[in-house]
């Protein structure tokens, strides 16, 4: 079966930075889109960013373009998301997902496989 353990989260100050990592075991994800998606108090999760395992590309929501860096390591079967400038309002619980369908989106929908989350504070 399908796990994706995330990790990395913790508190930081306004500025910093984190490295949160996703590792991925129970299914060969060359196939996989793999994305982060984060929840906020009293929100709606949110798209975040996502990659294609097999090429490499990626997309952004636009409120973290420039800041935050999503990537893979084959070897591992680890996807990582690093987070620089680090803002407030990016404070949430961080969660790994995993696509099977081929499709680069920003829809949960489409997403069948999610970690339990990693907490993020970023304090002013």
């Known amino acids: 079966q399908v796990q994706l353990v995330e990790s990395g989260g913790g508190l930081v100050q306004a500025g910093g930075s984190l490295r949160l990592s996703c590792a991925a075991s129970?299914?060969?994800?060359?196939?996989?889109?793999m994305g982060w998606f984060r929840q906020a108090p009293g929100k709606e999760r949110e798209f975040v960013a996502a990659i294609t395992w097999s090429d490499g590309s990626t997309s952004y929501v636009n409120s973290v373009k420039g800041r935050f860096t999503i990537s893979r390591d084959n070897a591992k079967n680890t996807v990582y998301l690093q987070m620089n400038s680090l803002k407030p309002e990016d404070t949430a619980v961080y969660y790994c997902a995993a696509n099977p369908r081929r499709i680069r989106s920003s829809s949960l929908r489409l997403y069948d496989y999610w970690g339990q989350g990693t907490q993020v504070t970023v304090s002013s």
């Open positions: 129970g299914r060969t994800f060359s196939s996989y889109v």
